[in-house]
């Protein structure tokens, strides 16, 4: 059972473009290799006690004009279907998560145009632990058509905000596993085909906290029950000593295009100790139709001197009624300039 998928790379490719663009004209890239392996080592359903052993390897290029615009694109391999039995690098395939083009107006707003990541919460890639960010990757906006722009506003943090919808262009296949190409008649919230779908969020950072809120709307697809309409409000605070605190909510009406509402809540913690960071987390989820999910997870990541690191996580898991326990470790290797 495969819970966790990773975030591959901090940055957006759009944001690492705008960090190297006022750097100097040229190529600049960056990446990771993830090896991981997951086991759920007991569960009420026995039929979910299985092994994961998988790979997610990501690289995100940019190449800048020195203009302040630019061209960037992102690639990504790992397996494309859930596990269902024992598997090891089982259905990998390789496909183009991000491609576009993005320049600067007025010294303070960037715009990206392409296959891009709307921005809509963090806790996706900010949560803290191995598995704390493994629920609120469900609402993550990823491979989307669209103009998003960023707006830095003297002082008063940062505004993002685009209009897209779900790629539906031959970029959305893969090679090797092939996912197949997504349609409109596939349905789903924001797969209109249409720039009728928006997201917005404000964050602002002072001194060692940061906070952001945010709104989406996604149109109905085909079959589906009505529009989404989402909320999402986080902060994160770094303490003296080495600790520092991260949540988010998120609320959602007709989820998905769905008849359901949802609400999805993830506290984390986490502590340096040298080269160790330990961690642990609260991860909610509540679904009208499926019920609840709890997952309570501890954790421990230990940084080389070269940049690679070694995370293992613990996760006890609640989902309506059916408990199981979650064991995941990782390697991820750092690539690039």
Not at 87 to 102: A, K, N, P
Not at 177 to 187: C, K, N, S, V
Not at 206 to 212: A, E, I, L
């Amino acid at each position: 059972m495969k819970i966790k998928t990773s975030a591959a790379l901090a940055l957006s490719a759009p944001v690492f473009l705008c960090a190297n663009a006022a750097l100097a004209q040229g190529f600049s890239w960056e990446g990771e290799i993830e090896l991981a392996n997951e086991s759920v080592l007991s569960s009420d359903d026995a039929a979910a006690e299985i092994r994961d052993t998988f790979a997610v390897i990501t690289a995100s290029g940019a190449y800048s004009f020195g203009n302040g615009a630019g061209l960037f694109a992102t690639v990504t391999a790992e397996s494309l279907t859930d596990a269902t039995d024992d598997r090891t690098f089982d259905d990998m395939g390789v496909y183009i998560e991000e491609l576009g083009v993005s320049f600067g107006i007025g010294g303070s707003t960037t715009v990206s145009v392409g296959k891009l990541h709307p921005v809509f919460g963090t806790a996706w890639d900010d949560a803290a632990g191995y598995f704390g960010s493994s629920i609120a990757e469900n609402y993550e906006l990823a491979e989307q058509i669209g103009i998003l722009a960023d707006v830095e506003l003297a002082g008063a943090g940062t505004l993002s905000f685009g209009v897209f919808y779900a790629d539906d262009s031959g970029l959305s296949r893969s090679i090797g596993y092939d996912r197949g190409r997504t349609t409109t008649a596939d349905g789903g919230a924001g797969n209109t085909g249409e720039l009728d779908n928006f997201a917005i969020q404000w964050a602002q950072e002072t001194g060692s906290t940061r906070f952001h809120i945010g709104a989406r709307h996604l149109s109905a697809g085909t079959g589906d029950a009505d529009d989404e309409q989402g909320f999402v409000a986080g902060f994160a605070h770094s303490f003296d000593g080495g600790f520092d605190l991260y949540g988010e909510a998120a609320s959602f009406s007709n989820a998905g295009g769905s008849a359901d509402d949802a609400l999805y809540a993830t506290l984390t913690g986490a502590y340096a100790i040298g080269s160790v960071t330990l961690s642990g987390g609260l991860v909610h989820r509540d679904l009208d139709t499926s019920g609840e999910t709890d997952l309570i997870t501890i954790g421990a990541d230990y940084e080389f001197a070269n940049g690679a690191t070694v995370s293992g996580g613990l996760a006890r898991t609640d989902e309506a009624g059916i408990k199981s326990t979650v064991l995941g470790v990782n390697l991820v290797l750092p690539l690039g300039t």
